[in-house]
């Protein structure tokens, strides 16, 4: 009985030893030159069988995220490599494609990490916040999987396709594709190329192809540039998205989500060029062939941009923005029935779209169909009863059937939504004006020149508004102020000089009154013989 219980105690420890012996024996990249890389800079010099993937998107999160020392997280990604290992050693599996289950139950089936299924936090693009939250993207868990396989020795690549990322064992002899956001499991190379519309042209892109690592990091700043400009910090997607280029350039993605940039900061021919380009890669891509119609809109060329969005519905015949734009530009070329009948095509997509029924309405309004127009603005108001666009819509089809009551009442229910509208500030205090409500009508442009303060009409109307009730010294304040922004302002001149002529400054009067004569204002005899005879 002691010889057996001393059996045990010597089979524990020598097994304890070997575990021991197992874990403190180098990890497959000990050595590698990338793990001692400071910057992108340097892992985009190395040769490639010495870039360590989970270093490169480590230094990619301190470049690009509020983490300083994101490689401090290396030793997690050791730690997991080698309880994988450990197991597989435990249950006598070598490192080759049968070490893949393994790491599937491991990080998924027990530590719980999950995909999340909308890319808008580029948070979740970074490794350090993966292994934080144990959540991440196709792309951000795959980088995951790829850092541990390259710890474990597995002859595992990344895959880019379009709109997608997973990760492929192919050890020359045995070649299989593994879903990060499906636990592990695996898809045919044939449901991928359909699935994601994969370019035919292979030899122009680099879609399905095994991916080195560098091209790894170029997919993942992709996807990080597009992330920051979904969340409006621009000038960072420009920078992340250069540079994914550099390393990428045929990824169609990247090209097209640089045009984005530049549409955005107005570089219309920049927009143009790497739309262009992307298509070149991947012609089949409904979203690029319409954000190229958006940029030949920008600078004036509609007909192109028609052409575009024609091809991008034909592409998706459910992309309702394409059908939104394709109105507008038919719109720009007056073809209002063309525009209508797109509108409702996108209508019978998603009848309850509240933009395609306030597009309506403005199209409508353009064919000076007002009750038409009205219509489709409340319809617009009863999917989202607080849009102030439909509130203003309707106003100015109130103003053209002569429903003034209607009219104020939806400026005020604009104003009350977005209390900064400058033109509802503006037109309804012309109506006050009108109304002779001159008090009312002042505090709201008063209210627009503290949005607008070198629009030289409100400081007009504020002066004709003071002048109505003889305050002629605010009134000279305002049309001075006219002048000073517009000296050409004729009429800003006649009125001044009769605010000069109240206010018995007759030399100033008689100055602003020659003023608006020489800009071709029509002054009578009598009204230069009046001031004259003040002189």
Avoid at 8 to 36: H, V
Avoid at 97 to 102: G, H, T
Avoid at 284 to 291: C, Y
Avoid at 306 to 333: G, H, K
């Amino acid at each position: 009985m002691k010889e057996t219980k001393l059996l045990i105690i010597t089979l524990i420890l020598a097994f304890s030893s070997i575990t021991a012996a197992n874990r403190e024996k180098p990890l497959a990249n000990e050595g590698k030159s990338g793990l001692y890389a400071k910057s992108l800079d340097q892992v985009l010099r190395l040769k490639e069988k010495e870039v360590d993937l989970g270093t490169a998107a480590l230094i990619v999160s301190e470049n690009w995220s509020d983490i300083v020392y994101g490689r401090q997280y290396l030793a997690k990604l050791d730690d997991m490599a080698r309880e994988i290992r450990d197991r597989l050693n435990k249950n006598r599996i070598p490192a080759n494609y049968r070490a893949v289950p393994e790491i599937n139950k491991y990080l998924f089936d027990e530590l719980n990490f999950e995909a999340l299924s909308v890319a808008t936090d580029p948070e979740s693009l970074f490794l350090h916040t993966v292994l934080d939250k144990k959540l991440g993207y196709c792309l951000s868990l795959s980088i995951l999987y790829l850092s541990i396989g390259e710890r474990l020795g597995l002859d595992l690549y990344g895959v880019v396709v379009p709109g997608h990322f997973f990760v492929r064992y192919d050890d020359g002899n045995v070649k299989f594709n593994i879903e990060t956001t499906s636990k592990g499991g695996s898809a045919t190379d044939e449901q991928y190329i359909e699935k994601f519309k994969v370019p035919q042209n292979r030899s122009k892109n680099i879609y399905m192809k095994s991916l080195n690592k560098i091209q790894t990091i170029g997919c993942l700043l992709n996807n990080l540039g597009n992330s920051y400009s979904d969340i409006g910090d621009i000038e960072t997607a420009l920078s992340v998205l250069k540079k994914a280029i550099e390393i990428n350039p045929t990824l169609s993605e990247a090209r097209a989500n640089l045009g984005n940039i530049y549409l955005k900061k107005g570089q219309i021919n920049n927009a143009i060029n790497e739309y262009m380009i992307a298509l070149n890669i991947n012609s089949s891509d409904a979203k690029t062939h319409n954000n190229l119609g958006n940029a030949y809109s920008e600078n004036g060329r509609t007909s192109l941009a028609i052409s575009e969005y024609i091809d991008s519905i034909s592409l998706d015949p459910n992309f309702v923005d394409a059908y939104r734009n394709l109105a507008i530009a038919y719109c720009t070329q007056e073809r209002y029935s063309l525009a209508l009948l797109k509108l409702n095509d996108a209508l019978s997509l998603e009848p309850e779209n509240v933009n395609v029924h306030l597009q309506l309405g403005e199209v409508y309004f353009k064919m000076d169909k007002y009750n038409e127009a009205i219509a489709k603005y409340q319809k617009a108001l009863k999917i989202k009863p607080d849009m102030a666009e439909s509130y203003y819509g309707l106003a100015i089809c109130y103003n053209k059937i002569g429903d003034t009551d209607e009219e104020v009442a939806a400026y005020k229910k604009v104003l009350s939504l977005q209390p900064e509208n400058y033109a509802a500030m503006v037109h309804l205090g012309n109506i006050y004006f009108q109304q002779e409500k001159y008090s009312e009508s002042i505090e709201l442009y008063k209210k627009a020149v503290g949005i607008q303060s070198n629009e030289p009409t409100i400081y007009y109307n504020i002066g004709a508004a003071y002048s109505n009730i003889k305050n002629y010294d605010k009134a000279s304040e305002a049309y001075l102020k006219t002048i000073e922004i517009d000296p050409g302002m004729g009429d800003a001149h006649y009125s001044l000089a009769f605010c000069f002529y109240y206010l018995k400054q007759y030399d100033m009067a008689w100055k602003h009154i020659k003023l608006a004569q020489q800009l071709g204002v029509d002054v009578s005899d009598e009204q230069i013989e009046a001031i004259k005879r003040k002189l």
